[in-house]
């Protein structure tokens, strides 16, 4: 082989094996930097020192439309999250679509499991972009806000995008939430799971907040989730005794 040939060779030879090595080198760290998660930051669980819950459009008139989920379990669920809320002393602020128009009160059911709490009347379409509901939550100067809303893919997931946007940790309660059709319902979800805002029940927002069940509040709180499960094993448990 002549020189200059086998020099090309030899050329050829140490850029395939360094271009390997470095192809082996990426791809090893390339696990590092897919388990980073999208918000930039490690997932810390709820915390009632930190936690504001923000109820959006809980209204008469919107609840006629909600198809995804029964209106007597939304209705349920959102007065159980908002009564455990109150017993752990998490804010709530309810807010309301000009509950003088057509979208109607808020339901009553929520106005009297949180007596004295204001609900918000506003026009904007997004919550977040109301004056007096920024300034309830800014007031708080809590960062987690956990948000409910009618309807889902609207009045809790505009909120969530913005606030995430402002620097605060937004998720949003799905069983607390309600919207028209199913195909919204994938949209909303689906729109929050590209931003990197997590989705939650009521249920486990509630547990989440009480962290212990040696907490003297457990018994409490417990009570205002009232899981029908829950109830259901505790009646079998005290039959079973007698």
């Keep these: 082989m002549k020189l200059h040939t086998l020099s090309k060779t030899l050329v050829l030879a140490v850029a395939v094996a360094t271009s390997s090595a ?33 109820l959006v459009d809980h209204q008469v008139g919107l609840f006629t439309g ?17 009564k455990a809320a ?29 007596p004295g709490v204001p609900v918000l ?22 960062k987690q806000v956990l948000i409910a809303g009618v309807s889902l893919e609207v009045c809790a997931t505009f909120p969530a995008l ?15 939430s309600g919207t028209f059709s199913d ?13 990197g805002i997590p989705v939650t029940d009521y249920a486990s927002a509630g547990v989440e907040l009480l962290h212990s069940n040696t907490d003297p509040k457990a018994q409490e709180v417990y009570g205002d989730l009232d899981m029908p499960f829950a ?12």
């Design 121 to 142: 009347a506003r026009t904007s379409i997004n919550a977040w972009d109301d004056p007096n509901v920024r300034a309830a939550i800014e007031k708080t100067g809590r």
């Design 162 to 176: 913005t606030l995430k946007a402002a620097g605060y940790d937004p998720r949003v309660v799905l069983d607390a």
């Design 86 to 114: 109150k017993a752990l002393g998490v804010p709530v602020i309810i807010t309301a679509t000009m509950p003088d128009g057509m979208w109607g009160p808020t339901i009553p059911e929520l106005t009297a499991a949180l």
């Design 183 to 195: 195909a919204k319902r994938t949209v909303g979800l689906q729109r929050l799971a590209g931003a």
């Design 22 to 54: 470095v192809a082996i080198k990426t791809a090893d760290a390339a696990p590092a930097t897919n388990a980073v998660a999208p918000s930039g930051a490690p997932y810390s669980l709820l915390s009632r020192d930190n936690t504001v819950l923000l």
């Design 231 to 242: 109830n259901l094993v505790w009646q079998l448990r005290n039959a079973s005794g007698k």
């Design 66 to 82: 909600v198809r995804d989920i029964d209106t007597g379990e939304l209705k349920h669920n959102v007065v159980a999250l908002a």
